[in-house]
């Protein structure tokens, strides 16, 4: 509440403050440098560029920070944004983190926000393992080769390369049409594999099912 020259008393305006966080690979190295994008938006449309966004770890402490820059993101007229760095931590696994905005700079009155997110972390790459990717009539290309977080698609030769620490893996292949089966490995140096995949019949659409 504000209180006018005249006695009377009028109620603040609040507004809310989205944030988005993006651009968050898919998986990094333990130790590794790494970045997001982070951008906030007013409710009431207000300028933020050159208000701080902070990330939190696990346990609340600010690990790394940014200003929001004076122009929006392409595309929108209010989204304001940041590229933050961060390091991953040493240990693999999945961290956890936050991106918070603090609002206390703004001239109006806006709330805070925090919004969480999470990345991969994996063991350094050693070793690169070449994957091909192939069905009786030839290479399947487009299909999605993973191994844990780390996720490639095939060339038009049906080949993938990961990057891979030394340990024992399981790799999965995907594409619709396509069968194929989980082919567990050990990598302790570069290798080649050939995944053989399976063509599945196309489903008629004018077949009628019946109980």
């Known amino acids: 509440m504000t209180e006018t020259a005249a006695g ?64 929006p993101w392409p595309g929108t007229d209010a989204l304001f944004w940041s590229e933050i760095e961060l390091c991953a931590p040493q240990a693999a696994g999945l961290a956890t983190l936050a991106m918070r905005f603090d ?31 192939a069905a009786d009539d030839g290479p399947v290309a487009d299909a999605i080769v993973r191994a844990g977080p780390i996720r490639v698609m095939t060339d038009a030769e049906g080949r993938a390369k990961l990057h891979l620490a030394k340990g024992r893996h399981e790799l999965a292949v995907w594409k619709t049409g396509y069968e194929t089966k989980p082919l567990p490995l050990t990598i302790d140096a570069d290798a080649a594999v050939l995944v053989e995949a399976r063509a599945l019949p196309e489903q008629n659409p004018d077949a009628i099912w019946t109980a």
């Not at 009377?8 to 988005?20: D, K, P, Y």
């Not at 972390?121 to 091909?132: A, G």
Request: overall charge negative; hydrophobic content about 45%.
């Open 8 to 71: 009377a008393t009028t109620e603040t305006v609040r507004h809310r403050t989205s944030l988005a966080v993006w651009d968050i690979p898919q998986a990094v190295a333990a130790g590794g440098h790494f970045t997001v994008k982070a951008g906030a938006k007013s409710s009431g449309g207000c300028a933020l560029g050159g208000c701080r966004v902070t990330v939190l770890d696990g346990g609340g402490a600010v690990v790394a920070s940014g200003l929001l820059g004076a122009e």
């Open 103 to 133: 609002a206390v700079s703004l001239g109006e009155p806006h709330d805070g926000a925090l919004q969480p997110f999470s990345v991969a972390v994996v063991l350094p790459p050693e070793h690169v393992l070449t994957v091909t990717v």
